[in-house]
C-alpha cells in the first residue's frame, strides 16, 4: 500500500529522531535583502544610480555620460586600460559602433560581428549595448541576433557594453513584465549580472572562468 507524503515525511521525520513539521520551514535568502524604492525612485537619475551601485557591489564597474559620442569615447577609454593594443569585437549596432572611431583613434583593430570563434576568442574586448538594463540587480539583458552575436560578450577577457538610460527598468519584475508583452521574442536573452563567476570547486569564487573577468557598463542619457 502507498504511503501519502504526510505519513511518508512523518517516516522520515521519526529515521532522523525530529518531530514531524506541520508546516514548510522557512528558506533563508528567499527574502528581500532590502525593500523596492518608492515610486519616486524609478525616476532615471535614481535608477541610474542605483544600477550602478548594485553593479559595484558585483565587482562590476560603470560610469555615467553625457551623450552617445561621449559613451564611445568612454568604452574606447576603458579598453585602452587594459591593454594597448589588439582587436575590438564589436555588435553591428548604432550604439555600440559608436566607440569605434575612437578605439581606431586610440589604434585597437575594430572587428563588426560576425567573426569566427577564434577572433572573438582572441580579442581584448567585446563591445555590446543592452536590451535592457535591471537597476535592482545591476544586470544588462543583452539580445542575440544576427548582427548580436553571444561570443561577443562571452569570449573576450573585457565586455563592454554601452547602454542607454531610457533602457533601465527599476526591478527584474518590471523586466520580465516588459518581456511579457513582445510579440515575438529575440533568439535568445542571456541576463548577465556582473563579471563571470562560479563556485564549482571546493566552494571558492573564481572570476573569468566561463566569460569575461571583467564587466564595464557605460551609461548615458539619450
Known sequence: MALSEQEFLARIAARR?????QAPPPRPGHTRSRPVPPPNMASR?????????????LSGTAELATSLDAAGAAAAARIARERSTGEVILWDDPIALAARPHLERMGFVSRVWPVD????????AGLTTALFGVAETGSIALAASEKAGRLVSLLPPLHVAIVPTSRL???????????????????AINLVTGPSRTADIELELSIGVHGPANLHVVLYHD
Not at 527598468?169 to 533568439?187: N, R, S
Open 17 to 21: 529522531g525530529r518531530p514531524v513539521l
Open 45 to 57: 537619475e535614481a535608477m541610474t544610480e542605483w544600477f550602478m551601485r548594485e553593479l559595484a557591489k
Open 117 to 124: 570563434r577564434r577572433t572573438c576568442a582572441q580579442a581584448v
Open 169 to 187: 527598468l527599476a526591478t527584474a519584475g518590471d523586466y520580465f513584465k516588459t518581456l511579457g508583452t513582445f510579440g515575438k521574442m529575440p533568439a
